[in-house]
């Protein structure tokens, strides 16, 4: 069965410091990724994906991951945090192009201290 | 703004009554999803509807129910309310209910069961 786990509930920086959240996948087959975003009181809203066209995906507000396959990982990064960047964020994961359905990690939260 | 409308944005009953939470998806968006999300089982996938026709069923109780309407839009209706029926429920859209397409959430309806 597929499954996603981000390590680590909540992560701290500092404003101009560097993002990483951890996401590491099981999946028997290529797996298609995701990262979403929540902000307070808003719905999830997608960074970017991974389809396999490009280990390297770059997604919205200067944010990308890459697909790492022997690690089974897909950690999101940022080289300079903002404070706006302070929200919750989600991995998921599914495992073809077809009607499976997104398996959601449980959400880290990045909080950014100026 | 992502497009997907849901109603009531907070809504507060006690236990034992039924409620209906409606979602109006992205135009153009043909598949509808519902989600639970709660501080203890972070965002739980519900049930999925493409075009009228119910696609994928996740870990929905008995006593919850949902449907899609032929103009697309969703209703869920849950009945019987518990108190750990207490959540945010999201609805989110996708274009063709393909596990690779991206969602759109709404910002979702917040339940709260006294």
């Known amino acids: 069965a597929q499954s996603v786990t981000q390590l680590g509930s909540h992560v701290s920086v500092s404003e101009g410091a560097l993002v990483l959240l951890r996401c590491n996948y099981s999946s028997s087959v290529p797996p298609y990724l995701f990262w979403y975003v929540q902000y307070p009181n808003q719905g999830l809203q997608l960074l970017l994906k991974?389809?396999?066209?490009?280990?390297l995906v770059k997604g919205i507000n200067g944010f990308e991951a890459e697909f790492k396959k022997s690690e089974t990982s897909f950690h999101l990064t940022k080289p300079s945090a903002h404070m706006s960047d302070a929200a919750e964020y989600f991995c998921?994961?599914?495992?073809?192009?077809?009607?499976?359905?997104?398996?959601f990690g449980k959400g880290t939260m990045l909080l950014v201290s100026p | 703004d992502s497009g997907v409308t849901q109603t009531p944005k907070h809504l507060i009953t006690a236990t034992g009554q039924r409620v209906t939470l409606r979602c109006s998806p992205r135009?153009?968006?043909?598949?509808v999803y519902w989600y639970q999300q709660s501080l203890d089982q972070g965002l739980q996938f519900l049930i999925q509807?493409?075009?009228?026709?119910?696609?994928a069923k996740g870990n929905i109780l008995e006593r919850f129910s949902a449907q899609q309407f032929p103009d697309l839009h969703s209703e869920l209706n849950l009945s019987s309310l518990e108190l750990g029926d207490s959540a945010l429920y999201f609805c989110?859209?996708?274009?063709?209910?393909?596990?690779?397409?991206?969602?759109?959430f709404g910002n979702g309806t917040r339940l709260t069961v006294t």
């Open positions: 509807y493409y075009n009228g026709e119910e696609r």
């Open positions: 135009s153009g968006d043909l598949s």
């Open positions: 998921a994961v599914t495992w073809n192009s077809g009607y499976s359905t997104l398996t």
């Open positions: 989110a859209s996708s274009v063709d209910g393909r596990s690779n397409s991206p969602l759109h």
């Open positions: 991974y389809t396999s066209a490009a280990t």
